[in-house]
């Protein structure tokens, strides 16, 4: 039972509501399936007896995400007792129960354990404090907000190259109309011919007819600026998704530093109490060869410890790597939305302009035929 004690449980309620197994590609390109576990969060005061309670705040979190937290918390409170997570995988499971990670019922035990870990940091006089904690809680994590950015630039790529592949065939029908009303100035020319009284006004006809034709060079180079702008956003999409990229290597980099420090606590923990959690070649060795001596202990333990201090120090150093990257990089990336924005905003205004401008050419050319046939 978690006691309310603490300024932020007084003005925050926090759960973890359900969870939800999702598909997609990790690090390397491969297909993985996770489950991610929605956390909500509402003010504490926010319902008002016999009322409707406000709509939660909610944000979904990965397991590897709540042991990154918990990592942080260890290596930034080492006088603390931080609480425990849930455990990764099903250990310690009767025969009835199933030891796959992606059952329902271990999912349902973890998303449990998940609620209670959280509870348990936000009833303490100190953890409850720290601001990455309440960012946990409150803010999308970065790897979501990457993550929905690289899809978002994988759509827009699909669209503007639909865009182009469409203009690209208007232009090559276009061009074929245009060039066939120099069919009319040849046919007016030649029927100005055998004409006497008609003769000048099919003349004239025909000459707006050859001009109309060759106006559409002109028309089709204009057009040609306008796909350029549009390439060029084409080719933005890949530099986006290469910083989409790089923050999941950096992820990943901090992942696998935050998974090695806590292996290296766990081998100092098993050397120091000389128990072996789980299966390993150090232990059937120990069977076959027998123990360490004292003295060999106490030298890997201390080796261990200094092993654990400069993974404490390079997960430290990759957290900053980290948050300053997403800093830099997000902050580019609403540079480059509003660049984005305005520059096809224009471009696309720019090229209905254009287009209204050939037509109201076209309405002048028939406009001025039709004046010649009058006067015939």
């Not at 598909?23 to 399936?33: A, C, W």
């Not at 009835?96 to 870990?117: C, H, M």
């Not at 600026?225 to 956003?233: F, G």
């Not at 150090?282 to 261990?304: D, H, N, P």
Request: proline letters at 2%; hydrophobic letters at 35%.
């Amino acid at each position: 039972m978690v006691e309310r004690s603490t300024a932020l449980l007084k003005k925050m309620e926090i759960s973890v509501a359900e969870a939800d197994k999702r598909t997609g590609k990790n690090t390397v390109n491969m297909q993985e399936t996770y489950t991610v576990y929605l956390i909500e969060t509402r003010p504490a005061e926010s319902v008002s007896e016999g009322g409707t309670p406000a709509a939660p705040d909610t944000l979904w979190r990965r397991y590897s995400e709540f042991e990154l937290l918990r990592t942080y918390l260890l290596v930034t409170y080492p006088y603390i007792i931080i609480p425990p997570l849930p455990e990764k995988r099903a250990e310690f499971v009767w025969h009835k129960l199933s030891a796959d990670n992606l059952d329902p019922d271990f999912v349902e035990r973890r998303r449990v354990g998940l609620e209670n870990f959280l509870l348990r940091v936000a009833s303490h006089p100190v953890l409850s404090n720290d601001n990455i904690f309440f960012l946990f809680l409150t803010e999308v994590c970065n790897q979501m907000r990457f993550t929905s950015l690289k899809n978002y630039s994988d759509n827009l790529s699909t669209v503007i190259s639909q865009l182009l592949r469409i203009r690209a065939r208007v232009a090559d029908r276009l061009y074929g109309v245009y060039k066939v009303h120099a069919n009319y100035g040849r046919v007016f020319s030649e029927w100005s011919a055998i004409e006497k009284e008609m003769g000048d006004g099919l003349q004239s006809a025909g000459h707006h007819m050859d001009t109309y034709a060759a106006s559409i060079d002109d028309i089709l180079e204009e057009e040609e600026h306008y796909a350029d702008q549009l390439k060029e956003y084409l080719f933005y999409t890949d530099a986006v998704r290469s910083v989409c990229r790089k923050h999941e290597l950096i992820q990943y980099e901090l992942e696998m530093a935050a998974q090695d420090l806590s292996y290296k606590k766990q081998q100092k923990e098993e050397m120091e109490t000389g128990t072996v959690r789980i299966f390993s070649f150090k232990g059937m060795t120990s069977k076959l060869f027998g123990q360490e001596t004292q003295e060999q202990r106490e030298s890997k333990v201390a080796a261990l410890e200094q092993s654990i201090q400069e993974g404490e120090n390079a997960l430290k150093e990759k957290n900053a790597e980290t948050q300053e990257f997403v800093e830099k990089a997000w902050s580019d990336i609403e540079r480059f939305k509003e660049q984005k924005d305005r520059d096809l905003r224009e471009a696309l205004i720019s090229y209905a302009i254009m287009q209204i401008s050939m037509c109201k050419k076209g309405i002048q050319v028939w406009s001025n035929a039709k004046e010649c046939f009058n006067k015939m």
